[in-house]
């Protein structure tokens, strides 16, 4: 190859590359973190209403999510969650892990949610040893800070059970 032909594919080279990494990028500067939980295979309903902003890394899959102020909510009286201003953690392909930030109101403590798996039709929560296993139904809809899905009307959407969480094995 001459140096002609070197001195065209270097700059060419370079302008691929740059323009990749501006592509895919860019696929998701207009997406909302709740389009982002879509394209993980995650129902839009496990980030509460009010998401302010997000950061996301496609190429780890690290990611942040803003809210204003910490959200607390319970849904359907079974368990009590809340979101700090601050989330982050992991996300691929029907998991999100290593998360931080996220708890659940377990006997009379707040525990931390660590991980989340889509299995089927199912999400399995994890807080270390325990783990609990909810439809994904639940959680099609984003629930709102403060009052969960009893806003408004007052109706109430499916019954959870209560004391989700059992030990794994």
């Avoid at 709740?34 to 295979?41: K, Q, V």
Wanted: aromatic fraction near 14%; charge should be negative.
């Amino acid at each position: 190859m001459g140096s002609g032909t070197t001195k065209i594919l270097i700059p060419l080279a370079a302008t691929l590359i740059c323009l990749s990494t501006l592509a895919s990028s860019s696929l998701f500067d207009n997406r909302t973190a709740y389009e982002i939980l879509e394209d993980y295979n995650f129902p839009v309903g496990l980030l509460p209403k009010g998401v302010k902003g997000y950061d996301f890394n496609i190429t780890t899959g690290k990611f942040s999510a803003y809210f204003n102020d910490t959200c607390n909510f319970s849904l359907e009286s079974s368990y009590q969650l809340k979101y700090q201003p601050t989330i982050k953690g992991y996300i691929s392909n029907s998991k999100l892990s290593t998360l931080e930030g996220v708890y659940v109101w377990f006997i009379f403590i707040w525990v931390e949610i660590v991980e989340i798996l889509r299995s089927g039709d199912d999400l399995v929560f994890s807080i270390g040893a325990l783990s609990s296993v909810f439809p994904i139904d639940y959680f099609v809809e984003s629930p709102q800070c403060g009052c969960g899905f009893q806003c408004g009307d007052g109706q109430v959407r499916k019954q959870m059970r209560s004391n989700p969480f059992i030990f794994s094995s």
